[in-house]
């Protein structure tokens, strides 16, 4: 299959807004594709590359954008992967240069719209409007199973493509190869978010509520004596946090896999803040040292596996069960189940005056999802509101190409002038506000860097996020975690914004 194909169908999904015809349109290219092709196919719809990153940085990428393209597609998918591996295999002394060639060679072959294509998937900027959900909708279409059923596979394989190829090797019976092996790791359950508790309990029947703990989620798998443990990236961590092993080694089952939190806590027994904890995660570590003036703690809040039986089907009630009867009630994450609003409110009003983020209110009929985010789980904690400054906006790309989307943002600086950025968002935004944001950002433009367009600082936005965070990336030193955009708020100026002390303040008192 010629690799214009899959160029052709990536931008005619981009182009359309209904789900039904994307999944259409998805579905067909991947028919189309042979046998030992689709995992590669359907990994570049995905906008991933089966070969991860192949050692050339964002800047060098950056330099292949403006080669000139052939004039007629030529480049077969076979050759494209081939040359990917080839790029990636390149090891030692001026291996940068030799990947850059070897890149420039392949790309001065591909047409300007395979190129674009191309550089997006390295990059890993292909937003073509496919999300994830389509893209497996896609797949169950091509080959006659049910999305469900098909969910369930990735969930254990881990890829969609992996899921994909063996459907194409054996059709529907293929997803039987799939099921929890202990020491795979599978992505973790997501949680929607709702605003408030009667809103939980009106989309939930049969509540439970857990704390929300601002830690670093594990993923921990056992047999026997062996103990292995993964974080939220299904990056093994395993001799990070020895404390983790032994409290899971103790435990009386043979085999198991667990998800839960790992947290540094105070000596008060209060929650230090997540960068704290996530000194426990570095790539390099004296972890002896660490431990001593470190220590974690663990609270499950799941079991997925009991020794030879798996549990991922099971609804939330069972799976609780078990997880207290495996771990004896210890290191489990503090828990109501509750038809009361009252009881809920003033749950997550004690885990609030705890420390922690906030909490989770869950179905107990709920089974584990692997990877997707849907409203079984639902995080409920407050939500910071700040008035910023537009300082630059880059250009958005996928479905959002023409618009102006990823928002800089500034906090007034009265002491020396001026702004001081302190993050960006893309998020929270309609068509019709990209569409005036567009308008009126170029309108008070002043200068433009690559695709950022910089602007006079008038415009004032509401920002919500969930909390601060010190931060050496910007200037102000400190970030905003899951900044989203509320609403522009033509009422106030500039000089009306939040203060980058004010922000600094929200900041934990041991941070400022």
Same mark, same amino acid.
């Given at each position: 299959?010629?690799?214009?194909?899959?160029?052709?169908?990536?931008?005619?999904?981009?182009?359309?807004?209904?789900?039904?015809?994307?999944?259409?349109?998805?579905?067909?290219?991947?028919?189309?594709?042979?046998?030992?092709?689709?995992?590669?196919?359907?990994?570049?719809?995905?906008?991933?590359?089966?070969?991860?990153?192949?050692?050339?940085?964002?800047?060098?990428?950056?330099?292949?954008?403006?080669?000139?393209?052939?004039?007629?597609?030529?480049?077969?998918?076979?050759?494209?992967?081939?040359?990917?591996?080839?790029?990636?295999?390149?090891?030692?002394?001026?291996?940068?240069?030799?990947?850059?060639?070897?890149?420039?060679?392949?790309?001065?072959?591909?047409?300007?719209?395979?190129?674009?294509?191309?550089?997006?998937?390295?990059?890993?900027? !292909? @937003?073509?409007?496919?999300?994830?959900?389509?893209? &497996?909708? *896609? =797949? #169950?279409? %091509?080959?006659?199973?049910?999305?469900? $059923? !098909? @969910?369930?596979?990735?969930?254990?394989?881990?890829? &969609?493509? *992996? =899921? #994909?190829? %063996?459907?194409?090797?054996?059709?529907? $019976?293929?997803?039987?190869?799939?099921?929890?092996?202990?020491?795979?790791?599978?992505?973790?359950?997501?949680?929607?978010?709702?605003?408030?508790?009667?809103?939980?309990?009106?989309?939930?029947?049969?509540?439970?509520?857990?704390?929300?703990?601002?830690?670093?989620?594990?993923?921990?798998?056992?047999?026997?004596?062996?103990?292995?443990?993964?974080?939220?990236?299904?990056?093994?961590?395993?001799?990070?946090?020895?404390?983790?092993?032994?409290?899971?080694?103790?435990?009386?089952?043979?085999?198991?896999?667990?998800?839960?939190?790992?947290?540094?806590?105070?000596?008060?027994?209060?929650?230090?803040?997540?960068?704290?904890?996530?000194?426990?995660?570095?790539?390099?570590?004296?972890?002896?040292?660490?431990?001593?003036?470190?220590?974690?703690?663990?609270?499950?809040?799941?079991?997925?596996?009991?020794?030879?039986?798996?549990?991922?089907?099971?609804?939330?009630?069972?799976?609780?069960?078990?997880?207290?009867?495996?771990?004896?009630?210890?290191?489990?994450?503090?828990?109501?189940?509750?038809?009361?609003?009252?009881?809920?409110?003033?749950?997550?009003?004690?885990?609030?005056?705890?420390?922690?983020?906030?909490?989770?209110?869950?179905?107990?009929?709920?089974?584990?999802?692997?990877?997707?985010?849907?409203?079984?789980?639902?995080?409920?904690?407050?939500?910071?509101?700040?008035?910023?400054?537009?300082?630059?906006?880059?250009?958005?790309?996928?479905?959002?190409?023409?618009?102006?989307?990823?928002?800089?943002?500034?906090?007034?600086?009265?002491?020396?002038?001026?702004?001081?950025?302190?993050?960006?968002?893309?998020?929270?935004?309609?068509?019709?506000?990209?569409?005036?944001?567009?308008?009126?950002?170029?309108?008070?433009?002043?200068?433009?860097?690559?695709?950022?367009?910089?602007?006079?600082?008038?415009?004032?936005?509401?920002?919500?996020?969930?909390?601060?965070?010190?931060?050496?990336?910007?200037?102000?030193?400190?970030?905003?975690?899951?900044?989203?955009?509320?609403?522009?708020?033509?009422?106030?100026?500039?000089?009306?914004?939040?203060?980058?002390?004010?922000?600094?303040?929200?900041?934990?008192?041991?941070?400022?």
């Amino acid at each position: 299959m010629r690799l214009a194909e899959l160029v052709e169908t990536s931008r005619r999904v981009g182009e359309t807004r209904s789900r039904l015809e994307k999944v259409a349109l998805l579905a067909d290219v991947i028919q189309r594709l042979p046998g030992d092709l689709v995992t590669v196919g359907v990994a570049y719809l995905s906008g991933e590359l089966p070969q991860g990153k192949v050692g050339v940085g964002y800047a060098r990428l950056r330099e292949l954008w403006d080669m000139p393209g052939a004039a007629e597609p030529s480049l077969d998918l076979p050759e494209v992967h081939r040359a990917l591996d080839g790029v990636k295999a390149i090891a030692g002394a001026g291996s940068n240069e030799r990947r850059m060639r070897r890149l420039g060679e392949l790309l001065s072959r591909a047409t300007v719209a395979e190129r674009d294509f191309l550089l997006r998937l390295l990059i890993g900027e !292909l @937003r073509q409007g496919a999300l994830a959900d389509v893209v &497996l909708g *896609a =797949v #169950a279409k %091509a080959f006659s199973v049910e999305p469900a $059923a !098909l @969910r369930r596979a990735v969930m254990l394989a881990g890829t &969609l493509p *992996a =899921v #994909a190829s %063996a459907l194409a090797e054996a059709g529907p $019976a293929g997803l039987g190869r799939f099921d929890l092996q202990l020491f795979s790791p599978i992505q973790p359950m997501l949680a929607d978010s709702a605003p408030d508790v009667d809103s939980a309990m009106a989309w939930l029947t049969e509540p439970s509520f857990e704390y929300k703990l601002d830690g670093a989620r594990v993923q921990v798998h056992k047999d026997g004596d062996r103990v292995e443990v993964w974080s939220r990236q299904l990056n093994r961590v395993t001799p990070a946090v020895p404390e983790l092993v032994e409290r899971v080694a103790a435990l009386p089952a043979r085999r198991l896999v667990l998800d839960g939190e790992a947290i540094a806590l105070s000596a008060d027994r209060r929650p230090l803040p997540f960068q704290i904890t996530m000194r426990r995660f570095g790539r390099r570590l004296d972890v002896e040292t660490l431990r001593r003036d470190l220590p974690l703690d663990v609270y499950f809040f799941d079991v997925l596996k009991v020794d030879g039986e798996t549990l991922i089907d099971r609804p939330l009630a069972e799976r609780w069960q078990a997880l207290t009867a495996t771990t004896g009630g210890q290191a489990l994450v503090p828990r109501l189940v509750t038809a009361s609003a009252d009881e809920a409110e003033a749950f997550v009003s004690q885990a609030l005056a705890d420390g922690h983020e906030g909490a989770m209110a869950k179905s107990l009929s709920s089974p584990y999802s692997a990877g997707r985010r849907g409203q079984e789980w639902l995080k409920l904690k407050p939500a910071h509101t700040l008035d910023l400054v537009v300082l630059a906006a880059e250009w958005g790309s996928g479905r959002r190409q023409g618009w102006l989307s990823n928002l800089h943002l500034g906090a007034r600086d009265p002491d020396n002038g001026g702004f001081v950025m302190l993050g960006k968002t893309f998020k929270g935004m309609t068509d019709e506000v990209l569409r005036w944001q567009t308008d009126a950002l170029q309108q008070r433009a002043l200068g433009r860097e690559g695709g950022i367009v910089h602007v006079r600082p008038e415009l004032v936005v509401e920002i919500a996020f969930n909390d601060v965070q010190v931060s050496s990336q910007y200037p102000g030193g400190v970030a905003l975690r899951f900044a989203r955009l509320k609403r522009y708020r033509p009422d106030k100026r500039a000089g009306d914004a939040d203060t980058i002390a004010a922000v600094r303040g929200l900041l934990p008192p041991q941070q400022r």
